[in-house]
């Protein structure tokens, strides 16, 4: 029980937007994350000490329950593409937390730039029409 309260913790801000009106979630498709990342020792103890599926699954929950869909997108070089302009490259990607435009210009912090993109691909999917890969529902 103690490895699933983490998880709930993490998934309640979604869960809140969900309830307030948002018209849906996208989430990243962490499938396989564990064998593409390639960090250091403490770092992989770390990653493979939480389960994504299982935080996934709890937004998936109360993203439902308050009636919002959820979009599974890909996050193949969300980190190097540019939220405004969409240009792509290693060098946008200053350092861990900053984000600086080779194209347009733009300078954002890192983690929200990667959101808004992912957020536009959820858009993209759910404009579409196609089917997403949403976490199954094992709850």
Known sequence: MWARTPAR????PPGRSASRGARAVALEDL????????????????????SFHQLGAFITYKAKRAGVPVVCVDPAHSSRECAECSYTHKANRIS????????????????????RVLARRGQNVWNAGRKSHVPPDNL
């Open 96 to 115: 861990q937390a900053s984000f600086i435009c080779q194209g347009c210009g733009v300078a954002c912090h890192a983690d929200r730039n990667a959101s």
């Open 9 to 12: 913790r993490l998934a309640v």
């Open 31 to 50: 499938t396989g994350i564990r064998r593409r990342v390639r960090l250091r020792r403490p770092q992989r103890v770390t990653l493979h000490s939480w």
